[in-house]
């Protein structure tokens, strides 16, 4: 069985945590903005300081896409190494589960795929003529005489 690496898993954990600080960051600048509203004294400072704190959201929030995406994917699943082999290896979990799904249903629709190709068809050879007949059939295709 393989599995979704811990390292991956903490890596999507560390990524949705960035994003959430990022938001934060990012709403910050708004909330602050309704709190300080109609306070012009300190204007200037207070809107270097929320274009500092709206691009650390921002970056926070991208940073941790990125990471999040690594973790959710692995590195060459994410597109961040080129490498189709490991790609699929990465990504096989995600595809394991899909197909797991896919053979659910058609076993739940009783459907069996392969069956019948693998069942052994029995032959009776036929005493006069050595012709191989099917099991179930009273006369030789061959020569007619009953088996
Ligand atoms: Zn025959």
Do not use: W
């Amino acid at each position: 069985m393989k599995e979704i690496s811990e390292e991956r898993k903490t890596a999507y954990y560390v990524g949705m945590i960035l994003i959430v600080i990022g938001f934060l960051t990012f709403g910050s600048v708004f909330v602050s903005g309704v709190i300080h509203f109609g306070d012009f004294t300190n204007f200037e400072n207070q809107t270097k300081s929320s274009e500092t704190r709206a691009i650390i959201g921002i970056v926070l929030i991208l940073v941790g896409g990125i990471i999040r995406g690594i973790g959710a994917r692995g590195a060459a699943g994410s597109g961040l190494v080129l490498d189709p082999k490991k790609a699929r290896e990465d990504l096989e979990p995600f595809a394991r589960m899909g197909g797991g799904m896919i053979k659910d249903a058609l076993d739940e629709a009783d459907i069996h795929l392969g069956k019948g190709s693998s069942e052994k068809v029995i032959m009776i050879k036929c005493r006069n003529c050595q012709k191989l007949n099917e099991e179930n059939s009273k006369f030789c295709q061959e020569c007619g005489k009953p088996l």
